[in-house]
Nanobody, 129 residues
Framework: QVPLVESGGGSVQAGGSLTLSCVASGPASGSDCMAWFRQAPGKGREGVATIYTHSSFTFYADSVKGRFAISQDNANNTLFLQMSGLKSEDTAMYYC??????????????????????WGQGTQVTVSS
């Protein structure tokens, strides 16, 4: 059983919108901290957003603030990433991640470290200009 499964990626023109989903199961379900990361071809992994699942406290990378929104549906163990105002530089493979966390601030700090226990296999987002 794959603990995290992403979907919703695709191709879109610049300025468009996409919503990614991530379903958690097994050991990943009920995680305190969930996040989205991305990796563009030839570049390192970049943290996009985190959410502390107990309070829905969110934290964003500066590059996506005001354009992306992370949210959750706890009843269905699903994480979302609503992306709008997409730019060509948003083109990347997007990954969902999850882990336990001792608090919302620590969860936010994980955006930089990327120290998560569970990872999905990714969904591709391609933005054409």
């Amino acid at each position: 059983q794959v603990p995290l499964v992403e979907s919703g990626g695709g191709s879109v023109q610049a300025g468009g919108s996409l919503t990614l989903s991530c379903v958690a199961s097994g050991p990943a379900s009920g995680s305190d901290c969930m996040a989205w990361f991305r990796q563009a071809p030839g570049k390192g992994r970049e943290g996009v957003a985190t959410i502390y699942t107990h309070s829905s406290f969110t934290f964003y990378a500066d590059s996506v603030k005001g354009r992306f929104a992370i949210s959750q549906d706890n009843a269905n163990n699903t994480l979302f990433l609503q992306m709008s105002g997409l730019k060509s530089e948003d083109t990347a493979m997007y990954y969902c991640a999850a882990r336990p966390s001792s608090g919302r601030n620590y969860c936010g700090s994980l955006l930089r470290s990327g120290n998560f226990d569970f990872w999905g296999q990714g969904t591709q987002v391609t933005v054409s200009s």
